[in-house]
């Protein structure tokens, strides 16, 4: 843990418990047992537990790249994010993943506190740390603590919660793909520890909830396309790496190929990039020129020189085709890497079911994949495209159905035997107003003799739906 220099925290009581759990851990890295400093950060903890606890447990958890306490997620101040990250990342490097705190403590000698944080600390040496930590707090009988287990930590969420942590990291992660290209633009170099924060989360919450997560990418900035894209593509790619079982650290590389695919287009000018009507030949040659001045621009970026080497071929390659035909023209016959070509199926899919100034026509989710199946073996990787397909289901979620019934729905979930959609209802001026959702694939309990066949499907955009302002 990095020592701050300076800590805002208000009076809430999450936030000095916070603080004290900072100070502690810090403070007792580099004093012994009786310093006054040691002695001071102890008692400050001891009392911020106690003033949470009255008769129950202080719990904190550590999940998908958030602090819970007592079960919710602790929300902080601007300012404190470098302490919370500073937390976060304690516990991710010990696989922490719970620590609850009984009224008991306050019967605890400073001795056994002080040595539970010094065993945290130490945790980190071994090859399970939370088993090992685990252990050893059963063998000294500490009743006033509990390490918890994975399976005792995941905090109960409802549905707009997770609906609101999935808008979170969006834009999280829009945010830090923007912050780069604008420093880059501007002072010629960036750092990517937010960007690499925001794919964590990501493959945190994929991990979780990996149908709920697919859907992500239904969440757009419709005022900033190419940030957008850039989020999209590395959500669909992190699905795709992680269905064909990709780990986690090539996950981490492949996520922020994702957001850094189109770090060229800085260069272009903006009128080219907006620009309603088709382009010039000499206009679609310049943006031919972004997969190489993506390359010259993640070269800027703050980072170690493995990292920026496992991310930079992947940008390149993201319009070649798997038959090497697209740009930029290459001269070699080898095959294309695993990242170049995830990130290009996912490029292409984002690319052709999204709303662009220049296209009269935006294809439907299941229209996308069905042209694209038809690439398979020479435009896309015969394999991904394939196992990419499966994984979105024959209609992917977003995609706006129109029913024999009249009804309009969007698909909200699909797989494993549900295909989930949320129905429209126009209202009298008939503005599209959220209504129940339904299974195609079970009964509907409130209209059991309905038999919904799908008519015909459609991109959303294409009648004015943000599928997000009804998924999200």
């Given amino acids: 843990m990095s020592n701050e220099s300076e800590v805002s925290m208000s009076s809430n009581p999450g936030e000095i418990l916070f603080r004290a759990l900072y100070r502690l851990l810090h403070t007792i890295r580099i004093h012994a047992d009786n310093n006054e400093l040691i002695t001071s950060c102890l008692v400050e903890f001891r009392s911020a537990v106690m003033q949470l606890s009255g008769e129950g447990d202080v719990t904190i958890l550590s999940s998908q790249a958030r602090l819970y306490l007592q079960g919710e997620r602790f929300n902080y101040q601007k300012q404190n994010i470098k302490l919370v990250h500073s937390l976060l990342d304690f516990f991710k490097n010990r696989r922490l993943q719970g620590i609850s705190f009984h009224s008991t403590i306050k019967n605890a000698s400073a001795t056994e506190i002080l040595w539970f944080f010094r065993l945290i600390i130490r945790s980190g040496i071994h090859e399970e740390p939370s088993d090992w930590l685990i252990k050893e707090v059963e063998k000294a009988r500490l009743s006033w603590v509990t390490v918890l287990k994975e399976s005792e930590l995941k905090p109960k969420r409802s549905d707009q919660e997770r609906k609101q942590e999935a808008r979170d990291i969006y834009f999280h992660a ?161 095959t294309l890497s695993l990242f170049g070509r995830i990130i290009r199926i996912a490029d292409v899919y984002d690319a052709i079911t999204s709303s662009r100034p220049y296209r009269s026509a935006i294809l439907s989710p299941d229209c996308a994949l069905a042209l694209m199946l038809q690439g398979s073996g020479k435009e896309y990787d015969p394999i991904l495209i394939k196992v990419f397909a499966q994984m ?26 549900r295909l989930q959609v949320v129905l429209l209802d126009k209202d009298a001026s008939g503005i599209c107003q959220q209504g129940r959702k339904v299974d195609l694939y079970q009964k509907d309990p409130l209209n059991p003799s309905c038999r919904r066949a799908i008519v015909r499907t459609a991109n959303p955009l294409t009648y004015g739906i943000r599928a997000a302002d009804f998924l999200f």
Avoid: W
């Avoid at 990292?307 to 798997?322: D, G, M, N, S, W």
């Avoid at 992917?396 to 035997?417: H, I, K, S, Y």
């Fill in 392 to 417: 979105l289901g024959a209609y992917p979620v977003g995609t706006l159905m129109q029913f024999n019934t009249g009804e309009l729905g969007l698909v909200a979930e699909t797989g494993n035997r």
């Fill in 174 to 334: 829009l945010g830090s793909v923007a912050d780069v290209a604008q420093k880059i633009s501007q002072q010629g170099a960036a750092g990517i520890r937010q960007a690499k924060r925001a794919v964590q989360a990501m493959i945190e919450f994929l991990g979780n909830d990996l149908t709920f997560f697919q859907g992500l990418s239904v969440i757009r900035d419709y005022d900033d396309y190419t940030y957008s894209h850039s989020v999209n593509v590395a959500v669909l790619a992190l699905c795709l790496g992680h269905r064909i079982g990709l780990p986690p650290m090539s996950l981490q590389h492949l996520g922020l190929c994702g957001l850094f695919h189109d770090l060229g287009k800085v260069e272009i000018p903006r009128e080219i990039i907006t620009k309603p009507q088709a382009l010039t030949e000499e206009e679609r040659n310049v943006v031919k020129k972004h997969p190489l001045a993506s390359v010259q621009q993640i070269l800027k970026l703050q980072t170690s020189s493995e990292l920026t080497a496992r991310i930079i071929l992947a940008p390149f390659e993201h319009h070649l085709q798997y038959d090497l035909n697209g740009y930029p023209e290459v001269f070699f016959k080898k």
